[in-house]
Nanobody, 125 residues
Framework: QLVESGGGPVQAGGSLRLSCAASGYTYNRNCMAWFRQAPGKEREGVAAIVTGGGNTYYAGSVDGRFTISQDNAKNTVYLQMNSLKPEDTAMYYC?????????????????????WGQGTQVTVS
């Protein structure tokens, strides 16, 4: 189970940190990622990380404003989002794979992830 938290309303230029807590899921050495979906648009990958290993991957759309990180002791992955823009408004989802295969390509393919959270809404105005 993946449970997201940390979303909410924020003004343009502000910051938010999203959290994804994993339970009942083999956390170590797996690829976990953040996706987002705006109304009327397809779900797109934002960032990914190999848990326990630390390698990180980002979609070009985040322009260095987002940082994915992890706390292995808490089985939690974070997405720090800075300099938020109205176009960042979306439902943000946490996703997990059952292995450590990870990379930018996986951010283009939702079917590559076997586990999904319910999402947390981010609204930038």
């Amino acid at each position: 189970q993946l449970v997201e938290s940390g979303g909410g309303p924020v003004q343009a230029g502000g910051s938010l940190r999203l959290s994804c807590a994993a339970s009942g899921y083999t956390y170590n050495r797996n690829c976990m990622a953040w996706f987002r979906q705006a109304p009327g648009k397809e779900r797109e990958g934002v960032a990914a990380i190999v848990t326990g290993g630390g390698n990180t991957y980002y979609a070009g759309s985040v322009d260095g404003r987002f940082t994915i990180s992890q706390d292995n002791a808490k089985n939690t992955v974070y997405l720090q989002m800075n300099s938020l823009k109205p176009e960042d408004t979306a439902m943000y989802y946490c996703a997990g794979r059952t292995d450590g295969n990870c990379g930018v390509w996986y951010l283009t393919t939702t079917s590559a992830f076997q586990y999904w959270g319910q999402g947390t809404q981010v609204t930038v105005s």
